[in-house]
Protein backbone atom coordinates (compact mmCIF):
# COMPACT_ATOMS: atom_id res chain seq x y z
CA UNK A 1 0.00 0.00 0.00
CA UNK A 2 1.58 3.13 -1.14
CA UNK A 3 1.29 6.04 1.55
CA UNK A 4 1.61 9.56 1.20
CA UNK A 5 1.99 12.59 3.69
CA UNK A 6 2.49 15.92 3.52
CA UNK A 7 3.77 18.48 6.07
CA UNK A 8 4.74 22.14 5.74
CA UNK A 9 1.43 23.90 5.62
CA UNK A 10 0.48 26.47 7.84
CA UNK A 11 -0.30 30.12 8.39
CA UNK A 12 1.71 32.86 6.32
CA UNK A 13 0.97 36.11 5.55
CA UNK A 14 0.45 37.66 2.00
CA UNK A 15 3.57 37.98 -0.10
CA UNK A 16 4.80 35.10 2.01
CA UNK A 17 6.29 31.65 1.04
CA UNK A 18 5.99 28.08 2.09
CA UNK A 19 7.46 24.99 1.16
CA UNK A 20 5.29 21.77 1.11
CA UNK A 21 6.64 18.16 1.25
CA UNK A 22 5.15 15.10 0.76
CA UNK A 23 6.60 11.71 1.74
CA UNK A 24 5.61 8.58 0.10
CA UNK A 25 6.19 5.22 1.26
CA UNK A 26 5.06 1.52 0.45
CA UNK A 27 6.08 1.93 -3.59
CA UNK A 28 8.64 2.08 -5.86
CA UNK A 29 8.96 6.23 -5.90
CA UNK A 30 10.75 6.65 -9.10
CA UNK A 31 7.76 5.25 -10.78
CA UNK A 32 5.62 7.85 -9.84
CA UNK A 33 4.48 10.94 -11.30
CA UNK A 34 3.73 13.36 -8.99
CA UNK A 35 1.37 15.70 -8.36
CA UNK A 36 -0.22 18.44 -6.46
CA UNK A 37 -3.43 19.73 -6.30
CA UNK A 38 -5.70 21.93 -3.88
CA UNK A 39 -8.98 22.61 -2.83
CA UNK A 40 -10.67 25.60 -0.46
CA UNK A 41 -14.12 25.06 0.96
CA UNK A 42 -16.76 25.26 -1.12
CA UNK A 43 -14.59 24.88 -4.42
CA UNK A 44 -14.02 22.19 -6.34
CA UNK A 45 -10.42 20.59 -6.62
CA UNK A 46 -7.78 22.44 -8.13
CA UNK A 47 -4.68 21.34 -10.21
CA UNK A 48 -1.70 23.22 -8.66
CA UNK A 49 1.54 21.18 -10.83
CA UNK A 50 2.71 17.88 -11.50
CA UNK A 51 6.28 16.53 -11.91
CA UNK A 52 7.63 13.00 -14.37
CA UNK A 53 8.62 10.39 -12.52
CA UNK A 54 12.80 11.56 -12.89
CA UNK A 55 11.94 15.21 -12.40
CA UNK A 56 12.89 16.13 -15.85
CA UNK A 57 9.56 17.37 -16.90
CA UNK A 58 7.14 19.43 -14.37
CA UNK A 59 3.87 21.03 -15.50
CA UNK A 60 2.34 23.61 -13.51
CA UNK A 61 -1.41 24.79 -13.25
CA UNK A 62 -1.83 28.21 -15.60
CA UNK A 63 -2.22 29.91 -12.50
CA UNK A 64 0.80 29.13 -10.51
CA UNK A 65 3.11 29.63 -13.02
CA UNK A 66 6.43 32.22 -12.00
CA UNK A 67 4.99 31.25 -8.05
CA UNK A 68 4.66 28.04 -7.40
CA UNK A 69 7.54 25.56 -8.27
CA UNK A 70 7.59 21.67 -7.59
CA UNK A 71 10.44 19.31 -7.74
CA UNK A 72 11.15 15.95 -6.15
CA UNK A 73 14.34 14.05 -4.63
CA UNK A 74 14.07 10.48 -5.41
CA UNK A 75 17.08 9.47 -3.12
CA UNK A 76 14.47 11.11 -0.47
CA UNK A 77 10.91 9.47 -1.79
CA UNK A 78 9.76 13.15 -1.46
CA UNK A 79 8.18 15.59 -3.73
CA UNK A 80 8.12 19.31 -2.57
CA UNK A 81 6.07 22.51 -3.83
CA UNK A 82 7.77 25.75 -3.05
CA UNK A 83 5.31 28.15 -3.09
CA UNK A 84 6.37 31.95 -3.44
CA UNK A 85 4.40 35.44 -3.29
CA UNK A 86 1.08 33.46 -1.64
CA UNK A 87 -2.19 35.45 -2.11
CA UNK A 88 -5.23 34.94 0.44
CA UNK A 89 -6.88 32.86 -2.89
CA UNK A 90 -4.08 30.45 -2.61
CA UNK A 91 -5.59 29.48 0.96
CA UNK A 92 -6.93 25.54 0.49
CA UNK A 93 -6.07 22.06 1.51
CA UNK A 94 -2.90 21.16 -0.60
CA UNK A 95 -2.86 17.81 -1.39
CA UNK A 96 0.32 15.51 -3.38
CA UNK A 97 -1.18 12.30 -5.07
CA UNK A 98 0.92 9.58 -6.99
CA UNK A 99 0.91 8.13 -10.45
CA UNK A 100 2.48 4.95 -11.38
CA UNK A 101 3.71 5.24 -14.85
CA UNK A 102 6.06 4.07 -17.47
CA UNK A 103 10.23 5.65 -17.74
CA UNK A 104 10.04 8.00 -19.98
CA UNK A 105 6.30 9.42 -19.46
CA UNK A 106 5.99 13.30 -19.21
CA UNK A 107 4.36 15.20 -16.13
CA UNK A 108 1.00 15.92 -18.20
CA UNK A 109 -1.14 14.72 -15.35
CA UNK A 110 -3.52 17.63 -14.79
CA UNK A 111 -6.53 15.38 -13.77
CA UNK A 112 -7.72 14.13 -10.36
CA UNK A 113 -9.19 11.14 -11.62
CA UNK A 114 -5.60 10.13 -13.36
CA UNK A 115 -3.84 9.30 -9.97
CA UNK A 116 -4.04 6.31 -7.78
CA UNK A 117 -3.07 7.31 -4.07
CA UNK A 118 -3.48 10.53 -2.05
CA UNK A 119 -2.52 12.00 0.86
CA UNK A 120 -4.52 13.45 3.81
CA UNK A 121 -3.78 17.22 3.12
CA UNK A 122 -2.36 20.28 4.56
CA UNK A 123 -3.83 23.47 5.14
CA UNK A 124 -2.33 26.48 3.90
CA UNK A 125 -4.02 29.95 4.84
CA UNK A 126 -2.85 33.05 3.49
CA UNK A 127 -3.80 36.11 5.58
CA UNK A 128 -3.89 39.92 3.74
Known amino acids: QVQLVESGGGLVQAGGSLRLSCAVSGGTFSRYAMGWFRQAPGRKREFVAAISWSGGDTYPGESMIGRFTVSRDNAKNTVYLQMNSLEPEDTAVYYC?????????????????????WGQGTQVTVSS
Open 97 to 117: ASKYVRFGSSANFPHAYEYDY
